[in-house]
């Protein structure tokens, strides 16, 4: 059972281009979540999606960024005409259900590292 | 006053010592708290997780909440190499929004043969 997998792992983008990332859930996870990890910063949330549904994204930065999960296809975090200031590592999580905690049901990928140059 | 503190170290320890990482928290509300080990360019990977108050082993790793304090600990025992990586704190309240985790920074361990 394949893990969360993010792709790109590495993404170079100059100020102004659009960056798009995408986290394919564990096999019969149908939430996810994604994290940022500015640089020596912890991590901090940004959105809770479902399939179709964008469920809580008070993490999320007013402007140019937005998340999606569609029915078919991995969930995509979208940042548009990037700034300095994105560069991060984005994490995606998955878990099966929305239970009370995540401890012990969601597992984190690998992560895209974003670099805005 | 952030809502979980932990020092970022670095942290380096001869092989075998035992190692002691900690954070404190603010918010009361927190009641699950959990350790993350994360190697480097690598995804945090859930290590321990416990409920409320009290201590929790496993294997050589032993977790402490003192929600009295609101401080939290995670114990590694005879360190290895191989535990060199960044861990972790993170915690959550129940209910809504418990799928909001609150990290730490991270502590960068580093076991030196």
């Known amino acids: 059972n394949a893990g969360v997998m993010q792709n790109p792992r590495h993404l170079v983008r100059r100020r102004g281009q659009e960056a798009r990332l995408r986290c394919s859930p564990m096999k019969g996870h149908s939430h996810v979540y994604w994290y940022r990890q500015l640089p020596e910063e912890g991590l901090k949330f940004m959105v809770y999606?479902?399939?179709?549904?964008?469920?809580?994204e008070s993490g999320m930065p007013k402007e140019r960024f937005s998340a999606e999960f569609p029915k078919e296809g991995p969930s995509i975090l979208r940042i548009q005409q990037v700034v300095r200031g994105d560069s991060a590592a984005y994490f995606c999580a998955s878990s099966p259900q929305r239970t009370e905690t995540m401890n012990t049901e969601a597992f984190f990928g690998q992560g895209t590292r974003l670099t805005v140059v | 006053q952030k809502e979980v503190e932990q020092d970022p170290g670095p942290l380096s320890v001869p092989e075998g010592a035992i190692v002691s990482l900690n954070c404190t928290y603010s918010n009361s509300a927190f009641q699950y708290f959990m350790w993350y080990r994360q190697y480097s360019r690598k995804g945090p990977e859930l290590l321990m997780y416990?409920?409320?108050?009290g201590n929790k082993e496993d294997g050589r790793f032993t977790a402490q909440v003192d929600k009295s304090s609101k401080y939290i600990s995670l114990f590694i025992r005879d360190s290895q190499p191989s535990d060199s990586a960044t861990y972790l704190c993170?915690?959550?309240?129940?209910?809504?929004?418990?799928?909001?985790?609150?990290f730490g920074k991270g502590t960068k361990l580093s076991v030196i043969p």
């Open positions: 416990t409920y409320s108050s």
């Open positions: 993170a915690m959550n309240p129940p209910g809504a929004g418990s799928y909001q985790l609150t």
């Open positions: 999606l479902q399939k179709e549904n964008i469920i809580d």
